[in-house]
């Protein structure tokens, strides 16, 4: 009966068996991609929080300088019309010096002045709607009525339409012709001269003028009207 031997000092045999003490190789890492900094958007991001925070500041303090100023009260006031105090009524607004407000501490000067235009009811004044009657650049002789018109463009001197200039003012009347006949028109008539009291700057002038009082109902049913300048 024979027996195995081994060879004193011969290498163990290397098995691959569940028992095998050999480390095998670890898992195998991800390569990681490094973040790209952008300080360009940082910065402009810090930028907008300032500009934010420098808006709501001016915003602030422009909010808490206010002024007081006048503003036409519940009834609207015809251009034309004289002025007194009692018509307007306080407000509060934000300062702003492009915009010419009548203060209210001067509603008592505008006792005796007209008006450009008409001031419309709630509206905020302006120096610019206002005309001066006290100072006799506008006069009412009398027997002479205050009305307002409507001018074509074309119809007067442009750039010479000035507040208390005095003007020769024709009519043109068309009347209608009955079963199918034609229009007559009676061609342009002298009504006198007449004073522009208010206008306002669109193309088909609208205006208030001083006129004599017998000619209030002819101007009133004319189709068309023309003024005229003389030197």
Same mark, same amino acid.
Do not use: E, M, P
């Given at each position: 009966m024979s027996k195995d031997r081994t060879t004193p000092g011969a290498a163990a045999p290397t098995g691959a068996g569940p028992f095998a003490g050999g480390r095998g190789a670890g898992p195998t890492r991800l390569p990681t991609?490094?973040?790209e900094r952008k300080p360009a958007l940082a910065a402009l991001a810090v930028l907008l929080i300032l500009a934010g925070a420098l808006a709501t500041m001016l915003l602030v303090n422009r909010s808490g300088n206010r002024i007081s100023v006048v503003?036409?009260?519940?009834?609207?006031?015809?251009?034309?019309?004289?002025?007194?105090a009692d018509q307007f009524e306080e407000a509060s607004v934000a300062a702003d010096s492009s915009i010419k407000y009548v203060l209210w501490s001067q509603v008592g000067?505008?006792?005796?002045?007209?008006?450009?235009? +008409?001031?419309?009811?709630g509206s905020l004044l302006t120096t610019d709607m206002l005309g001066n009657q006290s100072n006799g650049t506008v006069d009412f002789p009398p027997g002479s009525s205050l009305m307002g018109i409507q001018?074509?463009?074309?119809?007067y001197p442009t750039q010479q339409m000035n507040i208390g200039d005095k003007f020769t003012l024709y009519t043109d009347t068309v009347t209608a012709g009955g079963n199918g006949q034609q229009s007559t028109?009676?061609?342009?008539?002298?009504?006198? +001269?007449?004073?522009?009291?208010?206008?306002?700057n669109a193309d088909t002038m609208t205006a208030t003028i001083s006129v004599p009082t017998d000619k209030v109902l002819a101007i009133a049913n004319a189709t068309d009207l023309m003024l005229t300048k003389s030197y």
């Open positions: 991609t490094t973040r503003k036409v009260g519940g009834t609207s006031i015809a251009a034309g019309s004289k002025l007194s000067q505008l006792n005796n002045q007209v008006t450009y235009n +008409t001031l419309v009811k001018i074509k463009q074309g119809r028109s009676t061609g342009w008539q002298s009504q006198g +001269t007449v004073t522009l009291v208010a206008r306002d």
